[in-house]
């Protein structure tokens, strides 16, 4: 009988997808879910790309260029010149999504066994991204104790070896919500300069940021147009998660050039997705500062309430909408599982994500959830509630 590769079999499961089986029984059963386990905005997207697709006038449903529209790159090259980057369109590769846009990074400066440095928790999909391009993680381990700030940067040196090739930072974080400082970002600047490395910054999140706070994207450091790479998306930021649309973005010809090539293979990202997207750059501000406002509003209320919760301890998040809450649980896989399993108040129930899979450390984030506050403040008051009786009742089996 064929067998499957060794990659295929060391790709890692994902640790917000994989209770689905155990929410899909749930649901059987009668009971009613809050899903706080995936980033699936409940926000409307916006009106101009909805109409967008819906009065467009193709007759045929063609290939895009394998950049993407010309158009929609030039828009996006305005959309960062209001955030104080001056980019251009050639520095702007269109992808099916930000993941394609890091799969295109890691494919272009990393050969099988070199090394990316990764502050730790991290998205998981960067495992398994560095998996399919044979790539070794690197933690760098940051703590709820600091609200996941970064590491100190000695933490990183002692990591970096012949075989580095990369720092990759989540900016603000998920699962973390944690949004790095303009220090921060020029001290990891200065360690991409020094040891010659590449530094990508995920910004899918970049506009939700809370408290006053301002986001500093490496691409408005100086002397890094060799070494920033950007991924970013219109999956958060426009509430627009099927478009999958993402976007490269590097003044380094060498990668740009690189990463053409990966993107020709591909052929080209979706027609009509990129129409919703170009016509998403012309929402309003109104519709930023509107959303930006419920997520907050929405931290405030699930912060405050798990704050409540005995033995739960959590950091405040700065942006993106997930936070990382360290429960008074040995197996935060077990209890997830034993909530949609074995535990429901009045037939409802929630579904977290176990956060031992934002990590590669073994043994790490074993009593910690990622919760991600895409709910309303009514269901997340719920969910705060059921989450309570749930640890009272499981601790006291």
Not at 169 to 191: A, D, M, R, V, W
Not at 286 to 309: H, M, N
Request: with cysteine.
């Amino acid at each position: 009988m064929p067998i499957v590769s060794l990659k295929g079999k060391a790709m890692p499961e994902s640790p917000i997808r994989k209770l689905v089986p155990f929410a899909e029984k749930a649901a059987k059963e009668g009971k009613h879910i809050y899903h706080l386990n995936i980033g699936q905005p409940d926000i409307k997207s916006p009106i101009e790309a909805m109409d967008a697709v819906r009065n467009h006038k193709l007759d045929v449903l063609a290939y895009s260029h394998s950049a993407g529209f010309e158009s929609f790159r030039k828009k996006l090259a305005g959309y960062y010149a209001k955030h104080d980057i001056t980019i251009s369109s050639d520095d702007i590769l269109v992808t099916t999504g930000g993941s394609e846009a890091l799969i295109f990074t890691m494919g272009s400066i990393t050969d099988p066994g070199d090394e990316i440095i990764v502050p730790e928790p991290f998205y998981a999909n960067y495992y398994s991204f560095s998996t399919q391009s044979m790539v070794e993680v690197v933690p760098v381990l940051s703590t709820i104790e600091t609200g996941f700030a970064l590491p100190p940067v000695k933490d990183f040196e002692k990591c970096i070896t012949s075989k580095t090739k990369a720092i990759l930072i989540c900016n603000p974080g998920n699962p973390t919500g944690y949004l790095y400082s303009k220090e921060e970002i020029k001290q990891l600047s200065k360690l991409a300069i020094k040891y010659d490395l590449f530094l990508i910054s995920d910004e899918v999140y970049r506009e939700f940021v809370y408290d006053k706070s301002e986001h500093y994207s490496i691409l408005q450091e100086k002397n890094m147009d060799d070494h920033a790479i950007v991924i970013d998306s219109v999956s958060k930021r426009y509430s627009m998660c099927g478009a999958r649309i993402g976007c490269l973005v590097s003044k380094n010809k060498s990668v740009m050039e690189t990463a053409m090539k990966f993107a020709q293979a591909r052929l080209s990202p979706p027609t009509l997705a990129q129409i919703a997207s170009e016509a998403a750059l012309e929402a309003p501000e109104s519709y930023y500062k509107e959303t930006i406002a419920k997520y907050k509003s929405r931290r405030d209320t699930l912060v405050s309430g798990l704050k409540e919760i005995p033995g739960v301890k959590v950091s405040t998040p700065k942006g993106a909408f997930y936070c990382i809450a360290q429960l008074p649980v040995k197996d935060t896989d077990h209890f997830t599982k034993w909530l949609l399993d074995k535990f429901d108040l009045n037939k409802e129930t929630v579904m977290l994500a176990p956060a031992s899979g934002f990590y590669s450390t073994p043994d790490e984030g074993k009593d910690q959830v990622r919760i991600a506050y895409v709910l309303n403040r009514r269901d997340l008051k719920k969910s705060i509630a059921i989450l309570k009786s749930g640890l009272e009742k499981y601790n006291n089996q």
